[in-house]
């Protein structure tokens, strides 16, 4: 499933796993956690090597996708169980619960269970779980994907909080592009069961290290012209020798009297800004974003030219050519 | 699952075993090989439906017992089990009350069941009191071949009915309530929305419950022993009851002949069951 | 009668149909036929033999009033009657003694005169009475109690056990990958298909080698490996989901308390089920402790009442009770049962 994963996670860094679903990063964080056992391969903890460990004895825990909170007992039962099987001293285990229901502001919920809790409730309780383990990581498996769209925003808010006040590692696995770019410190793009890169948000988002991530960074998606459709932005001599292939994200470009000429096939008017879907004389279909309200109509004939710089040049295998 | 292996594997084997030795020893390495010997005893005859020419001539006799015992119990059973769940799946009021009503006798233990009925079928029981009411004379009924034999089926059914009605119930109820709104906007008349609706779409319960209640009856045994006892003579004697008596109760027991009318009977269960296994899930792929 | 406009009454107001008569009568019918027998049962339990041997039968249970009466022999209970007398209107009185179709019978505050009655006119006086004899007599005198200790210790062992085993075998084939384990739920399936009354010898001989024969524990073991039960818990077990004993396990607990605590109380839905169900099945196994038990010490409830009726001379008043008795704990449970799916219908609204 995984082949050739070599990475190294910093002491109090917000990673997050993002790719399309099958490409392996659940697969990778639950192999992390013990879970699930790598056929080959190490994995180190703090320089400890862990691989043959179980997941209980590892350090990490772990916030399930479906949160997994223990249907039959209550919000306190669920924090207090895995310290109790730890054997942990009574006043220990109370004032850690304490102090994870004051963070999370659960307090008034301690006495009842998932099932009369919100789903947003119940994500708090599924984090304090592991936050009273004082783990030396959190691993979260698509912690938000069960929540609508406008609490997603909010708890998002709050797992960057959190973060930041914690300073703990952690280690998140999204499909949600937007959360991968607002919460990671460091992103890694997994596809097929290989890592593509690497990379700050913004050094993703702005030199992105092949087509593939090129195209799975950002909203709306890069626009991927051939040379020949890319003549009338950048001429073929300004371009490496290498070149096969040019992106350019609809951000970037800009209307002009002439350039390159798109038919207005659809324009969406949000208010704050204006997406135009277009085709080229050639037939391929290209997508322009533009802040504000642009005036354009179905039929009517656009001209556009490029950002300077902001030209993304790839091989024929797709890789990234700097020039 | 050491359990299971004792209690349901290994029998398998020692029935096969037991069913080719010989003898009235229990104990197994004691009893002589006699190979075929027990089936071609419980099978020759010279005219399989007159049991006085056979070898074994009570187990002809329980055969065709059972056989006669079935077709009709299963009839009568099904008929009724239907006509009890469409009554309990129209609109009528308290309906949780009825369906306990008709599920009661399926809770009964069968001695109860077959005690019951024997002191109400007592020479000067209910039954007889009821039809002395009505100018009536008092009958048998346990006494009585053919009366005995109705006997057993009716309390059989009794007992069971509410069982298979509650699976046809539940049948019925996974038929769309809105396919019969649309029916009733058709003007179609009951007896057409249950020739067209609901019978082709209960068909599929209603084969499985066939079937079910067929491999019942097969085993039929404990409220008709208390009943009858398997009389008058042999004439409420079945399967079962053949088997238990000929490998336990008789004075000259023969575990090898019982094993193998065991085995036989099995073979037919097997049958039964492999047929409502594959109705079962013809059923769930519908 | 109130009822009778409650059950007339129809949903919708409309007027009546056909099917409403046929579906009246059909539920009024069933009433009749399926409590008819079991209300019988309890009148009929509650009358003295003399009651019980009489023809034509009263419905309600009754026995003869008595009187203290001052005879030559010194003070009697004798039998009071409703006496018409020769000279017009009735009397009651006590009968003496009986010569063929003629009674002696007194006054009871007049114990001299004597007059002879022809019985026909006259009626015995009556009460409703219970002949509560008729249960505490078997079980003081007869084995009747012993046998209840029976049932009810073979009934609760094999439900504790069932629930058990079971369940740890549920657990296990729903929640482990191992090699086998398809063929381990063939198996199951298979054994399904075989019943009781197929195996009847071989399980004899495997309980008997066991040295289990006229025990009680006999009757118990052979009914544990419910395979019914097995697959109903593993078919509820599957919808529990993985990453719940998953986060068990990052919680440090171990395979038992993930058993013990995890899956057991929330597999106890499908446990409750199968527990009513094993305690009616084992309060009312016949054919099986029949062939394993026959000291008659170890009977079962059921094995001792089908014994007293098969008696040369048959007291029904005792079988009539003990049956009564017989049916309490099957009652219980279905009365349970009814508040049970009511309280299953309202529990689905939580999850």
């Keep these: 499933m995984l082949k050739g994963i070599d990475l190294e996670i910093n002491e109090g860094e917000f990673a997050v796993f993002v790719g399309p679903s099958g490409c392996g990063k659940s697969t990778l964080l639950r192999q992390i956690s013990g879970l699930d056992r790598p056929s080959s391969g190490r994995i180190e903890i703090d320089g400890r090597d862990v691989t043959t460990v179980g997941a209980a004895d590892r350090g990490p825990a772990m916030v399930f996708q479906s949160y997994a909170l223990y249907p039959h007992m209550t919000v306190r039962d669920n924090l207090a169980f895995g310290l109790q099987n730890n054997k942990m001293p009574k006043a220990e285990i109370a004032s850690r619960i304490a102090e994870a229901a004051r963070m999370l502001e659960i307090g008034h919920l301690m006495d009842r269970r998932p099932a009369q809790l919100s789903g947003g409730q119940r994500q708090r309780v599924a984090i304090g779980r592991a936050i009273v383990r004082d783990p030396t990581a959190f691993l979260l498996d698509e912690p938000l994907s069960n929540l609508d769209a406008e609490l997603r925003v909010s708890m998002r808010a709050e797992l960057a909080a959190l973060h930041a006040r914690l300073k703990a590692t952690m280690i998140y696995v999204t499909h949600d592009q937007v959360e991968a770019m607002t919460l990671a410190d460091r992103i890694v793009v997994l596809r097929g069961g290989q890592i593509e890169q690497v990379a700050t948000p913004m050094e993703l988002f702005n030199r992105p290290a092949n087509r593939f991530v090129a195209g799975f960074i950002g909203a709306p998606r890069m626009n991927f012209l051939s040379i020949d459709e890319a003549a009338a932005l950048l001429p073929a001599s300004a371009l490496p020798a290498a070149a096969e292939m040019v992106g350019i994200r609809p951000q970037n470009l800009r209307p002009a009297e002439s350039g390159m000429a798109l038919t207005v096939d659809l324009a969406e008017a949000l208010g704050t800004e204006t997406v135009i879907h277009g085709h080229l004389a050639s037939g391929t279909k290209m997508i322009v974003t533009r802040a504000g309200q642009l005036p354009a109509h179905p039929g009517e004939l656009l001209h556009f030219t490029a950002e300077p710089g902001k030209l993304h040049v790839f091989d024929a295998e797709g890789v990234r050519i700097d020039f | ?286 | ?351």
């Excluded at chain 3, 004899?133 to 005198?141: D, F, G, M, R, V």
């Excluded at chain 3, 085993?165 to 054994?191: D, P």
């Excluded at chain 3, 079962?300 to 704990?329: E, R, Y």
Aim: aromatic fraction near 12%; proline fraction near 5%; hydrophobic fraction near 55%.
């Design chain 3, 1 to 351: 009668m109130r009822l009778i406009p409650f059950l007339a009454r129809r949903r919708g107001g409309k007027g009546w149909h056909w099917t409403d008569i046929v579906t009246w009568v059909w539920l009024a019918a069933g009433l009749v036929v399926i409590f008819g027998p079991a209300l019988w049962l309890l009148l009929s339990s509650f009358k003295t033999p003399a009651q019980l041997a009489e023809f034509p039968l009263s419905i309600l249970p009754y026995a003869s009033q008595t009187a203290l009466v001052e005879t030559k022999g010194g003070p009697k209970q004798l039998p009071l009657f409703t006496v018409d007398l020769p000279e017009g209107g009735t009397a009651v009185m006590a009968e003496l003694n009986r010569i063929g179709i003629m009674a002696n019978m007194v006054r009871p505050e007049a114990p001299d005169q004597v007059l002879k009655v022809n019985i026909d006119a006259r009626k015995p006086l009556r009460e409703m009475a219970f002949a509560t004899e008729n249960y505490t007599k078997p079980l003081k005198e007869f084995d009747f109690g012993r046998y209840l200790w029976n049932s009810v210790f073979v009934t609760v062992a094999a439900t504790l056990i069932t629930l058990i085993t079971n369940s740890m075998a549920a657990f296990a084939l729903s929640k482990y990958e191992f090699r086998g384990r398809n063929s381990v739920m063939l198996i199951i399936v298979a054994t399904l298909m075989i019943p009781l009354s197929v195996n009847l010898v071989p399980l004899y001989s495997v309980v008997s080698w066991l040295g289990l024969l006229n025990n009680l524990w006999g009757v118990i073991l052979p009914t544990v490996a419910t395979p019914t039960g097995v697959f109903m818990l593993r078919q509820y077990m599957l919808t529990i989901l993985d990453e719940l004993l998953e986060a068990a396990r990052m919680d440090k607990a171990s395979e038992w308390q993930i058993y013990w605590r995890i899956v057991l109380p929330l597999t106890a839905p499908a446990l409750a089920v199968l527990a009513i169900f094993s305690v009616v099945w084992r309060w009312n196994d016949f054919l099986w402790p029949l062939i394993v038990l026959s000291r008659k010490e170890l009977f079962t409830l059921q094995i001792g009442l089908n014994t007293f009726a098969g008696k040369l001379n048959v007291q029904w008043q005792f079988i009539l009770a003990m049956t009564v008795v017989s049916i309490i704990p099957v009652l219980i449970v279905f009365i349970f049962l009814q508040r049970f799916t009511t309280a299953g219908i309202a529990g689905t609204g939580l999850k």
């Design chain 2, 1 to 286: 699952m050491l359990v299971f292996t004792l209690f349901v594997i290994v029998p398998l084997g020692i029935n096969i075993a037991y069913s080719t030795t010989g003898g009235t020893d229990l104990f197994l390495p004691a009893r002589s090989y006699v190979g075929g010997d027990n089936f071609g005893r419980l099978l020759s005859c010279a005219d399989h439906l007159t049991p006085a020419t056979c070898r074994d001539d009570l187990f002809w006799v329980a055969v065709w017992n059972t056989v006669r015992f079935v077709l009709l119990q299963v009839v009568v059973l099904v008929i009724v089990a239907m006509a009890t769940a469409l009554i309990l799946n129209s609109k009528i009021r308290a309906r949780g009350f009825w369906r306990a009503v008709f599920f009661f006798p399926v809770l009964l233990s069968p001695v109860v069941v077959g005690l019951i009925w024997k002191w109400i079928f007592q020479r000067q029981g209910l039954l007889n009191y009821v039809l002395f009411q009505f100018g009536a004379d008092p009958v048998n009924w346990l006494n009585d071949r053919a009366w005995a034999f109705f006997a057993s089926v009716g309390v059989s059914v009794w007992a069971h009915v509410g069982f298979y009605a509650l699976i046809l119930l539940a049948g019925l109820q996974a038929i769309p309530r809105d396919i019969y709104e649309a029916a009733e906007l058709d003007r179609t008349s009951p007896a057409r929305v249950f020739r067209r609706i609901t019978l082709p779409l209960l068909w599929p319960n209603l084969l499985v419950v066939i079937v079910l209640a067929l491999i019942r009856a097969v085993q039929v045994f404990d409220e008709v022993y208390v009943l009858t006892g398997g009389g008058p003579g042999t004439s409420t004697m079945y399967l079962t009851q053949y088997i238990y008596e000929t490998g336990f109760a008789s004075v000259l027991r023969n575990p090898g002949v019982a094993s193998a009318a065991s085995l036989l009977m099995g073979g037919v269960l097997v049958v039964l069951t492999l047929v409502q296994l594959g109705l079962t899930r013809w059923r769930d792929r519908k």
